[in-house]
């Protein structure tokens, strides 16, 4: 039958559950490392450009200001976004005020 909102979302529970049998604890430790390794590296590619409060080392995100980047060239956050579209990459979310 139907299910209803007492349940909640269901598909993300079997989903969550799925990856983490599919993975394993060491697989899961895996995924964790390369996250906070992917994540660094790309800090340590933007932080020239786009400023980040306490831009040293960051766990699996970083959050980054383009407020200077609208302010010499014109370039918003949006255009960031919409360009990272472009390429194929899921583009962070925005509307965090710094």
Request: with cysteine.
């Amino acid at each position: 039958g139907r299910v209803r909102s007492f349940f909640g979302n269901t598909g993300v529970l079997v989903r969550m559950v799925c990856y983490l049998l599919s993975h394993g604890p060491d697989g899961l430790r895996r995924v964790a490392q390369n996250a906070v390794l992917n994540a660094n590296y790309l800090l340590s590619r933007v932080k020239h450009i786009l400023p980040v409060p306490d831009g040293q080392r960051c766990m699996h995100e970083f959050v980054a200001s383009a407020a200077k980047l609208k302010a010499d060239r014109g370039i918003s956050a949006a255009d960031i976004a919409k360009r990272l579209m472009d390429y194929g990459f899921h583009p962070p979310t925005i509307y965090f005020p710094l």
